[in-house]
């Protein structure tokens, strides 16, 4: 029983010294990172912000610079 109560404060602890890293981490990584996914299917200005669904992709597809920037030089 001693033990038990012992690995669960360590646990306690260990999740007590993560907490703020996993807490920025999520504020400044993980948050804006799924915003701008959301947001890369919206045409949006400061004016308007509409659904466009995969059309931002399809252009980006479409641009010669983009694709270009895939070649490789050695």
């Not at 999740?15 to 990584?29: E, G, N």
């Not at 948050?31 to 949006?44: E, K, L, Q, R, V």
């Not at 992709?57 to 479409?62: A, G, N, S």
């Amino acid at each position: 029983m001693k033990v038990n109560k012992i690995r669960l404060r360590e646990s306690l602890i260990s999740y007590a010294f993560l907490a703020p890293i996993l807490f920025f981490f999520t504020i400044f990584v993980l948050a804006p990172m799924i915003m701008g996914f959301i947001t890369s299917f919206f045409d949006y200005s400061m004016t308007s912000f509409r659904f466009i669904g995969l059309d931002n992709y399809t252009r980006m597809f479409q641009d010669p610079i983009f694709l270009y920037s895939f070649k490789f030089k050695i």
